[in-house]
């Protein structure tokens, strides 16, 4: 399943919006859906590295920290 594979891809960032189009799309709950869909309906990740995906793999990717810093 390509969603999967996303999910599981280590270079990828999970976020809302390229910033373009903000005023066409409400992307508001995507954290919600995402948790949502790929670990209660569909079962791709667990809980715990999806909310990773969310939070500190971004923090570390844009250069605020690791875990430790904080």
Request: hydrophobic share 45%.
């Amino acid at each position: 399943m390509a969603r999967a594979a996303v999910l599981r891809d280590p270079q990828v960032i999970v976020g809302a919006s390229d910033g373009a189009h903000l005023d066409m799309i409400a992307t508001f709950n995507y954290t919600t859906r995402l948790i949502s869909t790929a670990v209660r309906d569909l079962g791709l990740r667990e809980l715990k590295v999806v909310v990773r995906l969310l939070t500190s793999a971004p923090t570390e990717f844009y250069g605020f920290g690791t875990e430790g810093d904080w």
